[in-house]
């Protein structure tokens, strides 16, 4: 049961959130907060570090970052996120490329500290970055074919709404890169409007979503020139 229906959070969520910020503090203690706060029965804690970070183009900088999002169903994760400094985007690694966690805030698992410090201490090592830049500087010379056929395999999968397609396809057309690597920051934007609509849960998974497009392409391989 939640001990407080207003913020949706227990007794081990808080101190899951807690443990983060202390280990935090201790990994990285120059970190920014984008975001911190509940937000109707989610949790979203992001920081990076701006010391840490690198180019994805000329005057198109990345900094290493840290994202801890609870969900209304009660699951909590912890992965690296990477932070787009010119548009305030992030984008949330994906499983196969990083240390992640994921906590069950009525059941946690026995070793949870131990997995949230290896999630917290990834996200930070210059080297897992320099990997993650290197495949996003392939993907903006990657082309990509049409929008409306990556976009339409995401709805298929139940992954985007329709509202947030015509949302992504607007960004889209404003970003003006037609590489994959613009397709990611199309879909990554749109976190904003769901963050501005208090739907922070939805805003965590659409920066996942843009994590796989970006880092992981081999599902949209079909889709691309």
């Known amino acids: 049961m939640y001990d407080n229906a207003k913020s949706g959070a227990t007794p081990f969520s808080r101190e899951l959130i807690a443990k983060a910020r202390a280990l935090l503090a201790d990994h990285a203690p120059s970190l920014r907060t984008q975001h911190d706060g509940w937000k109707v029965g989610s ?3 992001d920081v990076y570090a701006p010391g840490i970070g690198g180019s994805v183009r000329q005057g ?3 900094h290493a970052g ?5 969900d209304p169903a009660g699951r909590t994760h912890a ?3 990477l932070y787009r400094v010119v548009c305030e985007n992030g984008a949330i690694v994906p499983v196969a490329m990083s240390e992640q966690a994921e906590f069950d805030s009525e059941v946690p698992s026995f070793d949870w500290e131990q997995q949230l410090a290896y ?3 990834a996200s930070f090592d210059p080297e897992r970055l320099n990997e993650h830049i290197d495949r996003l500087q392939h993907a903006a010379r990657k082309p990509v074919a049409e929008l ?3 976009l339409g395999m995401l709805q298929a999968r139940r992954q985007i709404t329709m509202t947030e397609r015509v949302y992504i396809e607007h960004l889209y057309e404003e970003e003006s890169d037609p590489t994959l690597y613009g397709v990611m920051n199309a879909v990554t934007a749109a976190a904003h409007m769901l963050r501005a609509m208090d739907q922070w849960d939805r805003a965590a998974a659409i ?3 843009g994590g796989e497009i970006g880092l992981g392409s081999q599902a949209l391989e ?3 020139v």
């Open 148 to 150: 409306s056929s990556i």
């Open 119 to 121: 999630a917290v201490a």
């Open 60 to 62: 198109d900088e990345l």
């Open 66 to 70: 840290f994202s801890l999002a609870h």
């Open 43 to 45: 949790f979203q804690l």
């Open 79 to 81: 992965a690296a996120r």
């Open 222 to 224: 079909p889709q691309l």
């Open 207 to 209: 920066e996942r979503i």
